[in-house]
């Protein structure tokens, strides 16, 4: 059961991996910044394609101790620190999403930052997540 309306206004073209808005009734579910961390906090993975597959599966661990999958994802945000570096690794990225997440296109937004906190970081999420009640 899903209690997610994704949001495309009349006209507008549909978005390719990801939602304009979602509307979403339930509990809601949130997570820290999440980086490509092992279980003994070293960062997996050399490039971002890698370390954002990790991202995922880490997420993902987090909403599950909520209840919470992939499919109740609402709203993700990314902290990039290439946007060359993005736009070059979108086939990893899609194909880990795809594995991990499925079909299921929350609304995002991809920001380049100057860093983050972790320095071998190159990715950081954070996800808002509706589990229906």
């Known amino acids: 059961m899903t209690a997610h309306q994704t949001l495309l206004p009349p006209g507008w073209p549909r978005p390719r991996g990801y939602a304009?808005?979602?509307?979403?009734?339930g509990r809601l579910v949130f997570t820290a910044g999440v980086v490509a961390f092992d279980a003994e906090e070293r960062i997996v993975g050399a490039d971002l394609g890698s370390q954002f597959r990790q991202v995922l599966i880490n997420t993902l661990a987090v909403l599950a101790e909520a209840g919470a999958g992939p499919e109740h994802i609402v709203r993700m945000t990314w902290y990039v620190t290439n946007?060359?570096?993005?736009?070059?690794s979108l086939p990893e990225i899609g194909a880990a999403y795809r594995e991990l997440v499925g079909k299921h296109y929350p609304a995002m937004a991809v920001v380049q930052v100057a860093a983050l906190v972790e320095a071998d970081a190159k990715i950081e999420i954070e996800s808002t997540a509706v589990v229906p009640a």
Do not use: F, Q, S
Not at 20 to 25: F, L, M, P, R
């Open 20 to 25: 304009n808005g979602v509307a979403a009734t």
């Open 83 to 88: 946007r060359d570096e993005y736009i070059a």
